[in-house]
Structures are given as structure tokens and as C-alpha cells.
């Protein structure tokens, strides 16, 4: 079965730290460009950080520029994506999607066009 499995969502104090994993089976990701998406109850999905294949450029959006930090470690076919400095305005579910694509991390991140999604974990930052 092809997906990809979040995890390390979790309830967090403003100025706090949490590391997302985003986990593929059944197909190996060295050969696609990968995203962190967002969705806030009432708001529409916000591409976050996207990676592009083998390593390539990355691409934040502003509100997360120099807080969070995406990597990938195709040897264990997992994404990370860091997150610093955590304020209440990150609370949303966060998902991971992947695309065999050789377009920039930015357009990734832009468009929704992903080959797979996963299932989403909840990011709450509250004191």
C-alpha cells in the first residue's frame, strides 16, 4: 500500500519546539519533491515548506521563515520538518504530500496538485 504517515503533532506551549515526520511506504522518496501543508479550522490549506527532489532548494512561507526547517533523509524515507518558536497561529492539522515532479519547492508549495497525501496530524500551540 503507497502512503505516507505523519507523526509528532501534539499540544505545545507558545515558544515551544516540535519535530513533524512524515514516513513513505511502498514507494521510495529520493525520486520526489515533498511538501508540509496546513490547514486551519476556517482557513484554506497553506503550503508551509516543500523540498525539492535529491535535496534540492526549499521554499517557507514568510510566516515561518527562520522557525522552521525542512529536511529529508532519503536513506530512511522520512521528511522532517523542524519548528521553533512556535506561536499560536501555527495551530492547524499539518500534512505531508509528496510529488514525483521537477518543479521548484515554491510551485510545490503553491499548488495541490500532489501524486499522495497523508492522513494529517494536529499541531496546537496554546498555553
Known amino acids: 500500500q503507497l502512503q505516507l504517515v505523519e507523526s509528532g503533532g501534539g499540544l505545545v506551549q507558545p515558544g515551544g519546539s516540535l519535530r513533524l515526520s512524515c514516513a513513505a511506504s511502498?514507494?521510495?522518496?529520493?525520486?520526489?519533491?515533498i511538501g508540509w501543508f496546513r490547514q486551519a479550522p476556517g482557513k484554506e490549506r497553506e503550503g508551509v515548506s516543500c523540498?525539492?527532489?535529491?535535496?534540492?532548494?526549499?521554499y517557507y512561507v514568510d510566516s515561518v521563515k527562520g522557525r522552521f526547517t525542512i529536511s529529508r533523509d532519503d536513506a530512511k524515507n522520512t521528511v522532517y520538518l523542524q519548528m521553533n518558536s512556535l506561536k499560536p497561529e501555527d495551530t492547524a492539522i499539518y500534512y505531508c504530500?509528496?510529488?514525483?515532479?521537477?518543479?521548484?519547492?515554491?510551485?510545490?508549495?503553491?499548488?495541490?496538485?500532489?501524486?499522495?497525501w497523508g492522513q494529517g496530524t494536529q499541531v496546537t500551540v496554546s498555553s
Open positions: 523540498i525539492r527532489v535529491r535535496g534540492g532548494s526549499t
Open positions: 504530500a509528496a510529488k514525483r515532479t521537477l518543479w521548484t519547492a515554491q510551485t510545490m508549495c503553491n499548488r495541490y496538485e500532489n501524486d499522495y
Open positions: 511502498g514507494f521510495t522518496l529520493d525520486l520526489y519533491t
